[in-house]
Each structure stands twice: as structure tokens, then as C-alpha cells.
């Protein structure tokens, strides 16, 4: 069964930098075929993709976020990690990870994180 | 604004049958598949349908969607108090070069 476990900061201070890495296991990003992604939840809002990594090191990033957000991924560790710069509040959210199948027209998220509580806050 | 449209709340008797719209464009709904989302109250999101009207392993029947032009639905029949959560609809968008969801659906079992 695959399985993410989110990790990282739950409190950051405005215009730092928000980190999180995402830890796979039953699954081996290595072997393709699925993009590794991560999705976010703030506050009583619905669900905003960030962006997502293959294994090679290609990403794509929401264009709203894409000046602030890198994602890189760790093969060797199996794990990908997210950081979003000069933060504000409206960064508030639950952060997701989640494997992505992508072979257009087909798209879905299958396995997800439980999600890490990142606030926002001096 | 979400670019996907949902209502915003459904609600039925248990064994009952609720019917949640997802209503998008060309760019999105019109030329790629939808899948749906359910997010149990504290829980992760869980892959519902994917691929307009597929279900992964362990999903029951009761679970069932479609798509028709812009838009998609997703049926839940013989409603159970377990089904009370949040369900979203998302897909990818060529305009926005992205991943787009809808802002979500909370059922409510009366």
C-alpha cells in the first residue's frame, strides 16, 4: 500500500521561508510513471494545487504561486520536499502530498498525505 | 472563486440518494477527465472516482460518476451517516496550465 507522511515546520514566521518534505513509502518515486505533488487547504477554502515533481527533477507549479514555490525530490531518500518563500498569512493552511497519474486527458491524485498544519504567524 | 463550480452544501435522508454538480469549461471539463475527492472530517482527502467514472479498489458502487460536456456529477446512493465529509471535483485546466478543483460539496445526512 502506498503511503506519504508529511513533515516539517507548523509555525512560521511571516516572510520566512515554509519547508516541508514528504516521505514515501510502498512506492518507489524512482520508477516513474507518477508525478509527485502537493496540494494545500487553507482555511475555509477548497483544495489549491501548489505544483508537482517527476522523478527527473521536472516540476510544474501553479502559476499563482509559481514566483514564491520550489519542489525538489530526493530518489535516493524517496521523498520530495516543498518550500514556499516570503510567507504571509494567507499561506495558513493543511498541506497535502500526494502521488499524481497524469497521461492526458486522464489526471487524478490517488494516494495522499494526512496532511501537515503549517500556521503563519509571528 | 474556484474555476470548477460546486454547490455548496447537499443534503439527504440516510438511503437516500444525493446527486453533487461540478460545472466547468472547454478548457477543463470539456476536453479532460474529472476525478472526485471525498475529505472526512480531520481525514486526507481519498480518491473516489477517477477518469470521469471510475472507481479505485475498495470504493463501493454506491459511489458513481459521469461527465457530459462541461460538466460532472457525482451520484451517492443509499446515503450513510459515514458519508457526511467534503467531496471535490478536480481535473486539468489547458488555459491555466494547471490543476484545477472545484471549492467543494458538504453533505450532510439528515
Known amino acids: 500500500q502506498v503511503q506519504l507522511q508529511e513533515s516539517g515546520q507548523g509555525l512560521v514566521k511571516p516572510s520566512e521561508t515554509l519547508s516541508l518534505t514528504c516521505t514515501v513509502s510502498g512506492a518507489s518515486i524512482s520508477s516513474g510513471g507518477h508525478f509527485w505533488g502537493w496540494v494545500r487547504q487553507r482555511p475555509g477554502k477548497g483544495l489549491e494545487w501548489i505544483g508537482y515533481?517527476?522523478?527527473?527533477?521536472?516540476?510544474y507549479y501553479n502559476p499563482s504561486l509559481k514566483s514564491r514555490v520550489s519542489i525538489s525530490v530526493d530518489p535516493s531518500e524517496n521523498e520530495f520536499s516543498l518550500n514556499v518563500r516570503s510567507v504571509t498569512a494567507e499561506d495558513t493552511a493543511i498541506y497535502y502530498c500526494a502521488r499524481r497519474f497524469e497521461q492526458l486527458p486522464a489526471n487524478y491524485f490517488d494516494y495522499w498525505g494526512r496532511g501537515a498544519v503549517v500556521t503563519v504567524s509571528s | 472563486q474556484s474555476v470548477l463550480t460546486q454547490p455548496p452544501s447537499v443534503s439527504a435522508a440516510p438511503g437516500q440518494k444525493v446527486t453533487i454538480s461540478c460545472s466547468g469549461s472547454a478548457s477543463n471539463l470539456g476536453n479532460f477527465y474529472v476525478s472526485w475527492y471525498q475529505r472526512l472530517p480531520g481525514a486526507a482527502p481519498k480518491l473516489l472516482i477517477y477518469n470521469n467514472n471510475k472507481r479505485p479498489s475498495g470504493i463501493p458502487d454506491r459511489f458513481s460518476g459521469s461527465r457530459s460536456g462541461t460538466s460532472a456529477t457525482l451520484d451517492i446512493t443509499g446515503l450513510q451517516t459515514g458519508d457526511e465529509a467534503d467531496y471535490y471535483c478536480?481535473?486539468?485546466?489547458?488555459?491555466?496550465?494547471?490543476?484545477?478543483f472545484g471549492g467543494g460539496t458538504k453533505v450532510t445526512v439528515l
Open positions: 478536480g481535473t486539468w485546466d489547458s488555459s491555466l496550465s494547471g490543476v484545477v
Open positions: 515533481i517527476y522523478y527527473t527533477g521536472t516540476s
